[in-house]
RNA sequence: GGCGCCAUGGUGUAAUCGGUUAACACGUCGCCCUCUCAAGGCGAAGAGUACGGGUUCGAUCCCCGUUGGCGCUACCA
């Protein structure tokens, strides 16, 4: 428990879209900062100029926006605080704990390669370590570029207490001298990192497991600058089916993604939150929790250790929970999302607009459906499913039958739930005929779909003159085929 | 290869100080409901906790080893 707010940090390096893993991270550090009355800062570590964009910044920034999660500070863009990172190196430099490396790319490569064919572990020689400092000076005067490298410790260990997997020891040895600030000034995420963690006051850093080998790295410069150690958390990372790290092999890895697959954002992160973490006490037996209840449970104590894959299925179902939980009102401007993107307009008013989505609603898989198949309901600019006509009208009195049952729904008189069923099953039995027979055709002809809710539920939400309407304008099967 | 992290049903996770018929959810299967399909209700199968050794009266839980997965091993982040 943190006595002071906290302050956490998303620093995603926009070299590519937000993917589940880093939304995750994202999500994890946006709890903890809520759920303690923190601050997160969002960070854009562009460092590396060739791969990084602004575009993917946007894209970045709005899948967190998607998510519902906001930040307090920044974004921040490295690359506009690369002053920062060559005074902290600078200080490295006059502390003796680091030193320029004039070693080329090139030779750097032919020794890795020599010393992988050797047998030996392809670390840095630290040949430039032992450079005096008139050798530097020429060197310097002769105009050849250095990177700055940091001198790691040659024996000992470094070892931290992380919040989540606990005590992490690395033999210095194990550690290479590496590069702080790269020949063109530019620093690279070893330095970037440290200087920008220690200078935005962060006093955790909730992070992939993917960097649980760079925190010494780290340590190390905190240590060598002073600086107080934050508590580090690697979260495990997220995997595919497969059980190898998601990647773009398992479908959809972009979070966009799922917001194009009508997935409601509040499922995403319901589902997300519950990749790697559960909550104590609190959310005991239960899985779902809205956004609030997620921040008021958050901790990191609930975070686990090993590695997580992702469910296509659960999701899935968290979505469906959300859909049919969520208040029609609630709904409706992400189901005007979904009409925008077909170009479909609903032509009926609101009022009624809102009772069909309601209706509608605990069938949904996905926000797709209803700019799909429950179009009907909400327009007559829909199709009819050529698969529910062959199924429930196939019978070639059918269709007949509905256009007579139409004329009876005409008349006035009340048209209710249950009337429209007394009338129905009241003619069905005239014609001698199962009322299910008819039921399963006015179905289809009434919404294009073999699965809807009851028939006489849909009919009341369609309204007399609609019903009558297109019960009358029954397809037939086999006009279809 | 080296170093590091991890290891409970198909999946996500539970299991106070080591003592439970190893629990819940998703998924799967069956039944009920029924006008379709979901939902819902009821029920079932599915792990003896990766494997092997310890420690202990007793280990999912502690220790060691093995195996496996993942990560890191750049002038990427």
Request: hydrophobic letters at 45%; one cysteine or more; proline letters at 6%.
């Amino acid at each position: 428990m943190p006595e002071k707010p906290p302050r956490v940090r998303f620093a995603p390096s926009p070299t590519g879209y937000l993917h589940v893993g880093g939304a995750r991270t994202a999500l994890f550090n946006w709890l903890f900062a809520r759920h303690f009355g923190g601050t997160l800062i969002l960070r854009i570590e562009d460092t590396d100029f060739e791969r990084s964009s602004d575009a993917m910044v946007e894209g970045i920034l709005a899948g967190m926006r998607w998510l519902g999660m906001d930040w307090d500070e920044g974004p921040f863009h490295q690359s506009q605080r690369l002053e920062l990172y060559r005074e902290t190196a600078q200080k490295l430099l006059t502390g003796g704990h680091a030193y320029p490396c004039f070693c080329t790319r090139e030779e750097l490569e032919v020794r890795r390669a020599e010393a992988v064919a050797a047998g030996r572990p392809p670390m840095y020689d630290r040949r430039c370590r032992r450079l005096t400092l008139e050798q530097i000076a020429g060197r310097r005067a002769a105009g050849e570029a250095a990177t700055i490298r940091f001198a790691v410790p040659e024996s000992g260990v470094t070892a931290f207490e992380d919040a989540v997997v606990g005590t992490v020891e690395f033999a210095n040895a194990e550690l290479e001298d590496f590069v702080l600030l790269r020949s063109d000034g530019i620093p690279t995420y070893h330095l970037s990192v440290v200087a920008d963690d220690v200078e935005m006051g962060m006093t955790h850093v909730i992070r992939g497991a993917d960097h649980i080998s760079n925190t010494p790295k780290q340590v190390l410069q905190y240590r060598a600058l002073g600086a107080p150690l934050p508590v580090f958390a690697h979260v495990p990372l997220i995997l595919g089916p497969d059980k190898t790290r998601l990647s773009k092999r398992h479908g959809a890895t972009s979070v966009i993604s799922y917001r194009e697959m009508g997935i409601v954002p509040e499922a995403f992160r319901n589902f997300l939150a519950l990749l790697g973490w559960t909550p104590g006490e609190g959310g005991a037996g239960r899985e779902v929790f809205p956004s609030d209840e997620l921040i008021g449970l958050f901790t990191l104590e609930g975070i686990s250790k090993s590695n997580s894959v992702f469910d296509p299925d659960k999701l899935a179902w968290f979505n469906t929970e959300y859909i049919r939980a969520y208040p029609a009102e609630r709904l409706l401007p992400l189901v005007e999302e979904e009409w925008a993107q077909v170009g479909f307009t609903p032509d009926r008013p609101r009022e009624e607009v809102l009772a069909a989505i309601e209706l509608t609603k605990t069938r949904a898989r996905s926000l797709k459906d209803f700019a799909g198949a429950f179009r009907g309901y909400f327009g007559d600019d829909f199709a009819y499913d050529t698969a529910a006509v062959t199924k429930f009208l196939n019978d070639p009195a059918v269709p007949g039958m509905l256009r007579e049952l139409a004329r009876r729904y005409e008349g006035a008189g009340e048209f209710t739930e249950a009337s429209a069923e007394a009338v129905l099953r009241g003619f069905a039995e005239e014609k001698g005929v199962k009322a299910g027979l008819l039921i399963n055709g006015a179905r289809v002809a009434l919404t294009g779909q073999a699965v809807a809710p009851g028939l006489f539920a849909v009919m009341v939400a369609l309204g007399r003159a609609r019903v009558a309407r297109r019960l009358a304008a029954a397809p037939q099967a086999v006009a279809l085929a």
